[in-house]
T-cell receptor, first 113, second 113 residues
Framework: DAGVIQSPRHEVTEMGQEVTLRCKPI?????LFWYRQTMMRGLELLIY????????DSGMPEDRFSAKMPNASFSTLKIQPSEPRDSAVYFC???????????FGQGTRLTVV | TQLLEQSPQFLSIQEGENLTVYCNSS?????LQWYRQEPGEGPVLLVT?????EVKKLKRLTFQFGDARKDSSLHITAAQPGDTGLYLC?????????????FGKGTKLTVNP
């Protein structure tokens, strides 16, 4: 398996633009997580899905953020409109079930100017 | 509010020294995991501890889960420059029948030759 695949690896956009981050989890994994990593706040959980259903989105910072998982092999995280303070590295991770290893993608480095 | 408090945040030591990293919480976790992250990459699992009081060893690394399953520690013996990296603790928190995986802010370890 190729592991968790995220795209793009890097994204530079202007304030106010829409940004869409993509994630393909490992086949057979039932849980998918979206995290945001910054120096100040560390690795923050934004939202997670179980069997394609959003379970907890309490970490989503504002209504500007939304996430979908239309099927077991694809998820998106959208920011609209983007702001400079959204600049961070966004990670997607997947795993089979609780207490098991979470496999991370390589992340998307987002810069909003 | 940070569910998992990690300390110290930064640690710079000389090769051959021993060190301990702590991960504390007021919440009870069904498991505690330790990850290591290299620059430009996602975190990679080192170990999972599940039972209160459990101790696991991985070569020069010793991991312990607190009796009450609220805290954990990572001890490295005779640190080497190759141990340099960001160490993250993560806990599985039960919520509504599902487990969400939350992370501490991390400990950035530098081992100088």
């Amino acid at each position: 398996d190729a592991g968790v695949i995220q795209s793009p690896r890097h994204e530079v956009t202007e304030m106010g633009q829409e940004v869409t981050l993509r994630c393909k989890p490992i086949s057979g994994h039932n849980s998918l997580f979206w995290y945001r990593q910054t120096m100040m706040r560390g690795l923050e959980l934004l939202i997670y899905f179980n069997n394609n259903v959003p379970i907890d989105d309490s970490g989503m910072p504002e209504d500007r953020f939304s996430a979908k998982m239309p099927n077991a092999s694809f998820s998106t995280l959208k920011i609209q409109p983007s702001e400079p303070r959204d600049s961070a590295v966004y990670f997607c991770a997947s795993r089979t079930t609780r207490n098991t290893e979470a496999f991370f993608g390589q992340g998307t480095r987002l810069t909003v100017v | 509010t940070q569910l998992l408090e990690q300390s110290p945040q930064f640690l710079s030591i000389q090769e051959g020294e021993n060190l301990t990293v702590y991960c504390n919480s007021s919440s009870v976790f069904s498991s505690l995991q330790w990850y290591r992250q290299e620059p430009g990459e996602g975190p990679v699992l080192l170990v999972t501890v599940v039972t209160g009081g459990e101790v696991k060893k991985l070569k020069r690394l010793t991991f312990q889960f607190g009796d009450a399953r609220k805290d954990s520690s990572l001890h490295i013996t005779a640190a080497q420059p190759g141990d340099t990296g960001l160490y993250l603790c993560a806990g599985d928190l039960t919520q509504g029948g599902s487990e969400k995986l939350v992370f501490g802010k991390g400990t950035k370890l530098t081992v100088n030759p």
